[in-house]
């Protein structure tokens, strides 16, 4: 996102503040969180996914967006404002990974975000501001959540920038006209995100987000490229930015609120009807309880079935899979079993794969995962 000098003056001058949102860190009523914040308690640990956009939807022979690399957005949010690029001649990496006109990066987090109290993480870009702090350069995008990795949910995200005239490659975005788009803020500051307004969205667990997908707003007000808010509004922020660092630039993510690493964390995390919470229950009378629904991180008062034990037949035999369990569970044991007859069973120590029976034979009869809670984890 950062031009050369001669490029960021032409910017525009002040802007007048006087949305509904919070305002620029530093000022009363912002919510930015610092980088250095000591809320922040863990920053994403892998990629899973980059998808980059042209670096100018608007032009079909456009290159991809180039500026920085999956690493750039991993650990603790570095950019503190420009050169957003090393020096030249030396070997750093880049600090922020840009993603082009409608790009995406999906991030994983171990162990996963929780819901808490307030804010559950932050997203950093690399915006910069002109006129001595009054007026603010910045990219948006949209914040995707997810508690498998396959299935994501997007925050609502709202834009009461007017829809006319095009904000230019260069010009600047009143901070108080955005909420729940991620880069509304500079440089070092992120903007944060609330995972307790995804209640009850189908299939989502709010106690372990295990991946957060960050995806580009095309700020173009254009019909044919316009991206828009959760109310149909046209999304309006600085475009094109047609250069190597096109798009919204990122950071890094930091997570405020981890998942419980215990039966009795997790279970703090839900409001239970009739206080049906032990590991034994089953609130939402799905067929599994509360405990199994806790070790394989399944939703527990949304009725759904449990993830599955499949039996197939391969070239080494019949293999018998079963589901992951909760990495951070620390006080659960998780063992599986198998019996001819449903009277003895054989305990095998562990989740991996099991050989069952050669491919000319028939697999046991009945193979289970058996979940307990430790009595010292």
């Known amino acids: 996102m950062i031009r050369p000098l ?39 640990v892998e990629v899973t996914a980059l998808l980059r956009g042209p670096e100018e939807i608007d032009d079909p022979l456009s290159e991809p967006a180039s500026y920085g690399s999956e690493a750039s957005a991993l650990g603790r949010a570095d950019v503190a404002g420009p050169p957003d690029q090393p020096e030249p ?57 997810s508690s498998d990795g396959f299935a994501f949910t997007r925050f609502p995200a709202y834009s009461e920038t007017p829809a006319a005239p095009q904000i230019g490659g260069y010009g600047a975005v009143d901070p108080t006209n955005v909420r ?19 209640a009850g969205a189908p299939g989502l667990d709010r106690t372990a987000i295990t991946h957060v997908r960050v995806v580009d707003v095309v700020g173009s007000i254009d019909p044919r490229h316009a991206r828009l808010d959760s109310l149909g509004r046209i999304i309006n922020d600085p475009w094109p930015t047609f250069l190597t660092t096109s798009g919204f630039d990122l950071d890094a993510v930091g997570a405020l609120h981890q998942a419980a690493d215990s039966y009795a964390g997790w279970r703090a995390g839900f409001t239970w009807p009739d206080g049906a919470s032990a590991p034994g229950d089953d609130p939402d009378g799905d067929g599994v309880a509360n405990l199994l629904e806790y070790a394989l991180v399944s939703p527990p008062l949304i009725s759904g079935p449990a993830p599955a034990v499949t039996v197939a037949l391969t070239a080494d035999g019949w293999v018998a899979s079963f589901p992951a369990v909760r990495p951070t569970a620390r006080d659960v044991a998780a063992d ?35 979940i307990r809670l430790r009595s010292d984890p």
């Open 89 to 145: 001649g030396t070997t750093l990496p880049k600090p922020s990974v840009s993603l082009g006109d409608g790009g995406s990066i999906t991030l994983r987090f171990d162990p996963p975000i929780a819901d808490g109290p307030g804010p559950d993480f932050a997203v950093f870009e690399n915006g910069i501001s002109f006129s001595g702090g009054s007026s603010y350069f910045m990219e948006l995008a949209f914040v995707e959540v």
């Open 180 to 198: 729940n788009l991620a880069g509304k803020y500079l440089a070092g500051q992120g903007t944060p995100f609330d995972l307790a307004e995804l």
């Open 336 to 370: 599986t079993e198998t019996s001819v007859d449903l009277d003895a069973w054989t305990v095998r120590p562990g989740t991996a794969p099991l050989r069952l029976g050669p491919a000319s034979g028939g697999p046991p009869a009945f193979c289970r995962l058996r």
């Open 6 to 44: 001669h490029a960021l003056l032409l910017a525009t001058g002040a802007l007048a503040q006087a949305g509904p949102h919070p305002p620029a860190a530093g000022r009363p009523g912002s919510d930015a969180i610092a980088a250095d914040a000591p809320e922040i308690l863990g920053w994403a």
